[in-house]
C-alpha cells in the first residue's frame, strides 16, 4: 500500500488556468505538508497542516491555496497559472513537529507540472 | 540570514568506494537534521540526528552529527551502483512550537561500474 500518493502524478497546462494536485496519506499522520522542487532541485516548504489547520504558510503567491478536509487529506489549488510555477510539487506527512517531539517526514511520489 | 549548504555538489566514484558527504549549517532555533536519499521520484528518509557525536548506522550508510562545529557527514562504504542518487540534507528549525524542514541543494553521487 502506498503510504503517501499523489494525483495526477504529471500535468501539463496552459498559462492562466486553474489546477488542483490531491495529496493523501495512510499512515495516520497528523502533520502533512506541500513543497516545491524547482528545476536546480531545491525543495522549498510551502505548507504545512496539521490536524486541518494550517501551521506553516511561507511567502507563497495567494494563487497557491490549500485544503485539508481531514487530516488525511491535502490538496492544493493554483489559480492563474504562470510559467513560472512549472515545477514537482510533493505532498509529504509526518507524525507531527509539535513541542519537544520531531518525526521524520515521508513524501509522496511528486506530481511533475509542466505550464506551457 | 538560515543556510544549510552541502559538498560537494556532485562526485563520481567507482563501485567500492568510499562516498563522505558534507552538509554544514546555520540556522535559528535548530531541533534536528535529517538525511534523504532522493533518485527518481520521492525523497526516501534515511537518518534523523539530534544529539552531537551518536553515530547512526544503517547497512553501507552512516552519519554523524557536531553541533558544536555545525555540520553533519553521510558516509556511504563499499559503494554500488544502486547508491547513485542526489542525497539531501535538511535541517528542521523550530518554529514557536512547531518544525520547518530546510533543505540543502543536494549532493548528487553517482557510481560507475
Known amino acids: 500500500d502506498t503510504a503517501v500518493s499523489q494525483t495526477p502524478k504529471y500535468l501539463v497546462t496552459q498559462m492562466g488556468n486553474d489546477k488542483s494536485i490531491k495529496c493523501e496519506q495512510n499512515l495516520g499522520h497528523d502533520t502533512m505538508y506541500w513543497y516545491k522542487q524547482d528545476s536546480k532541485k531545491f525543495l522549498k516548504i510551502m505548507f504545512s497542516y496539521n490536524n486541518k489547520e494550517l501551521i506553516i504558510n511561507e511567502t507563497v503567491p495567494n494563487r497557491f491555496s490549500p485544503k485539508s478536509p481531514d487530516k488525511a487529506h491535502l490538496n492544493l489549488h493554483i489559480n492563474s497559472l504562470e510559467l513560472g510555477d512549472s515545477a514537482v510539487y510533493f505532498c509529504a506527512s509526518s507524525q507531527g513537529s509539535q513541542g519537544f517531539l520531531t518525526y521524520e517526514q515521508y513524501f509522496g511520489p511528486g506530481t511533475r507540472l509542466t505550464v506551457t | 540570514e538560515d543556510k544549510v549548504v552541502q559538498s560537494p555538489l556532485s562526485l563520481v566514484v567507482h563501485e567500492g568506494d568510499t562516498v563522505t558527504l558534507n552538509c554544514s549549517y546555520e540556522v535559528t532555533n535548530f531541533r534536528s537534521l535529517l538525511w534523504y536519499k532522493q533518485e527518481k521520484k520521492a525523497p526516501t528518509f534515511l537518518f534523523m540526528l539530534?544529539?552531537?557525536?551518536i553515530e547512526k548506522k544503517s547497512g553501507r550508510l552512516s552519519s554523524i552529527l557536531d553541533k558544536k562545529e555545525l555540520f553533519s557527514i553521510l558516509n556511504i562504504t563499499a559503494t554500488q551502483t544502486g547508491d547513485s542518487a542526489v542525497y539531501l540534507c535538511?535541517?528542521?528549525?523550530?518554529?514557536?512550537?512547531?518544525?520547518?524542514?530546510?533543505f540543502g541543494a543536494g549532493t548528487q553521487v553517482v557510481v560507475t561500474p
Open positions: 535538511a535541517v528542521e528549525r523550530r518554529i514557536e512550537s512547531w518544525g520547518k524542514l530546510q
Open positions: 539530534t544529539s552531537s557525536g
